[in-house]
């Protein structure tokens, strides 16, 4: 078994609100429809968002304006809720030992559209306006560590949808390495019209709600969100990251590997890790995209590795497909409902679909509504995320023995 790592409170925003009792209540309510429609991002057409609805907080008046992107200001609405762990890391262990790692895939690139069309209709790039740092897949890293003076190593991680997944198992390789004591992780995504426009170029956009591992499921909605961690070795400090597992199929550009032997064994990695039997996982975040092949790879990955019988849900129904904040939000999905403060009964949510799931899929049990962890059990839990190219993480955390409020 590896030596677990600690995740914090998660710090979040996302169409299901700001932090995370809002997040709670919203995946555990017997209705709600938190997707809006809108017509602004696909000319001609109206689709469903997840779009975050609140006002943002402002920067700091000082902020260069390489950091000012919505992307970097999704994230810092979101870091006010873990505002006191920062500090304490940076007091405790030194602003030299404290790393940031955030995945991201649309950074802040729409804020140069406007510079885009300027130097590209006019032939005048001089007076453009373009900025390259507000692009830069690093940009919300480099922002974290720029506003706390942090001086460890800041990266991003961008590999589509498990971007956010794979900035926590970089975070945990940091600490077992020995290169920090504390990292701030985790990923952000804001809607963005090149992967909306992009996503409907593949004709995968779902004109309602999404209806994932249904007959119904025609695709996906897009979402935005923000989810951050600051994660350490330290038992009193969190909920334990038990395992993780990725890989990459390199199978299709868009489509997943229909025998899902890549998801397999991010899920076979990830319980080696964390000394698990496939019996101890009692509840699956699915990625649950909603799309054809997505839901058919994944029904086959779970039904193989879990059995028939484990409790799985997705929610991006709830949400929309967050992108490369996904994974991180997901993780954070499964922090609350483990967390005995959060969730003190051991509900689990519900799956968000219309139907019954696909008779033509792999046999699996999609979470129904009052269905709890075993009592008496440790509370252990899975999420999934799948990217283009076959890009593959899985995620396992559990109760905490040594602080068992948490």
């Known amino acids: ?79 006010f809720q873990i505002e006191d762990d920062i500090q304490t890391a940076i007091a405790e262990y030194g602003a030299d030992r404290v790393a940031v790692v955030l995945g991201t895939s649309t950074t802040g690139g729409d804020e140069n559209r406007a510079a885009l069309e300027h130097g590209f209709i006019r032939q005048d790039w001089a007076n453009s306006g373009y900025n390259q740092a ?10 974290v560590a720029h506003v706390y003076q942090l001086s460890n190593v800041h990266y991003g991680i961008s590999t589509a949808c498990t971007s956010g997944a794979r900035a926590l198992i970089s975070a945990a390789r940091l600490l077992r390495m020995g290169m920090c004591d504390a990292v701030i992780c985790g990923g952000v995504d804001t809607l963005s019209a090149l992967t909306i426009n992009g996503f409907h170029a593949l004709q995968v956009l779902s004109p309602g709600q999404c209806q994932p591992f249904t007959a119904e499921r025609n695709g996906i909605n897009i979402g935005e969100a923000a989810a951050v961690f600051v994660m350490t070795r330290d038992p ?4 334990p990251l038990l395992g993780y597992g990725s890989s990459s199929d390199a199978y299709h550009m868009s489509s997943p590997r229909p025998d899902a032997a890549g998801a397999r064994k991010v899920i076979q990695q990830a319980l080696h890790k964390a000394q698990l039997p496939a019996s101890a996982v009692g509840w699956v975040n699915l990625h649950g995209t909603g799309t054809i092949q997505n839901d058919a790879m994944e029904a086959l990955a779970i039904h193989s590795e879990l059995g028939a ?17 996904a994974g991180a939000l997901e993780a954070a999905f499964l922090w609350m409902v483990i967390s005995q403060q959060t969730n003190p009964a051991g509900e689990l949510p519900p799956h968000r679909a219309n139907a019954l799931l696909d008779p ?7 979470t129904g509504f009052q269905e709890t962890f075993v009592a008496d059990s440790p509370r252990i839990a899975l999420s999934t995320s799948f990217a283009f190219g076959g890009n593959n993480a899985a995620l396992i955390m559990g109760s905490n023995d040594a602080n068992p409020d948490l």
Not at 236 to 239: F, I
Not at 314 to 323: C, F
Not at 360 to 366: C, D, N, S, V
Request: aromatic letters at 8%; hydrophobic letters at 40%.
């Open 134 to 143: 507000l692009q830069l897949m690093s940009s919300p890293a480099d922002f």
């Open 236 to 239: 009193t400090k969190g909920l």
């Open 360 to 366: 033509e899929l792999a046999l699996i049990h999609l």
């Open 309 to 325: 019988e484990v409790s799985c849900a997705s929610t991006k129904a709830l949400t929309g497909h967050t992108l490369g904040a």
């Open 1 to 79: 078994m590896i030596k677990p790592v600690f995740l914090s409170r998660p710090a979040m925003v996302s169409a299901l609100g700001c932090g995370v009792h809002e997040h709670m209540s919203a995946l555990l309510a017997k209705e709600g429809n938190y997707l809006t429609s809108s017509d602004y991002w696909v000319s001609g057409q109206s689709y469903l968002f997840g779009r975050v609805q609140s006002p943002l907080r402002p920067f700091p008046a000082d902020l260069k304006p390489d950091f000012c992107s919505r992307n970097n200001q999704l994230l810092w609405h979101a870091l």
